[in-house]
């Protein structure tokens, strides 16, 4: 089974660019999360998404971050205008919620986000 | 509101040695409980995770965790680690009046020597 997928790996992008992150699901998973990771503030949620309707949006930082979940199997975080400050290691996770054999989250490998 | 404690910032290990990584929590009622693994440049793997019954759970490559309730701590053990057990460690509450949400502790690195 393919695992929660994260593109791109890597991105290094210039003060003021509009950057966009991507992620697909495990197939059948309906909850999904996006983490934000830096030194300064550890693991952090930024937003979930359950059945592609965000559930819990308080954790974007603020207006220049959005995310999107269009259908089942993809999602996008948006920063626009991106900010030297938005660099981090950005994680989607996904997760079947609801009996204890699941409400496990699944991670991706991380985008790491370098603004210059 | 739930949150985690992870009291050491860094421990360094012998090899063979045995390991205890603490973990306190906050939280109103009967939490779920997961232990992550980060290796570096990669994302978190889940090693084990507590949601009701026996309070000794196992989990994989070795890792088992105690929940105490009268002390509000999930303590992670292993009796003998390897040089590749070396990682940052996670603890992290969920479940919060029927939120999704899980919260991390700032994470353990752990080190390991020869």
């Known amino acids: 089974d393919a695992g929660v997928i994260q593109s791109p790996r890597h991105e290094v992008t210039e003060m003021g660019q509009e950057v966009t992150l991507r992620c697909k699901p495990i197939?059948?998973?309906?909850?999904l999360f996006w983490y934000r990771q830096t030194m300064m503030r550890g693991l952090e949620l930024l937003i979930y998404?359950?059945?592609?309707?965000?559930?819990?949006d308080s954790g974007m930082p603020e207006d220049r971050f959005s995310a999107k979940m269009p259908n089942a199997s993809f999602s996008t975080l948006k920063i626009q205008p991106s900010e030297p400050r938005d660099s981090a290691v950005y994680f989607c996770a996904s997760s079947i919620p609801g009996t204890s054999s699941t409400d496990t989250q699944y991670f991706g490998p991380g985008t790491r986000l370098t603004v210059l | 509101a739930q949150s985690v404690t992870q009291p050491d910032i860094h421990i360094t290990v012998s090899e063979g040695a045995s390991l205890e990584l603490r973990c306190n929590y906050s939280y109103g009622a009967t939490p779920y409980l997961f232990w992550y693994v980060q290796s570096p440049g990669q994302g978190l793997q889940l090693l084990l995770k507590y949601f009701s019954g026996d309070t000794l759970v196992q989990g994989i490559k070795g890792f088992e965790a105690e929940f105490k309730r009268s002390q509000s701590s999930f303590n992670l053990r292993k009796p003998s680690v390897h040089w590749s057990d070396a990682a940052e460690y996670f603890c992290?509450?969920?479940?919060?009046?029927?939120?999704?949400?899980?919260?991390f502790g700032t994470g353990t690195r752990l080190t390991i020597i020869p």
């Open positions: 197939s059948g998973h309906n909850s």
């Open positions: 998404f359950n059945n592609n309707v965000p559930i819990d």
């Open positions: 992290a509450v969920g479940r919060d009046f029927g939120n999704e949400k899980l919260t």
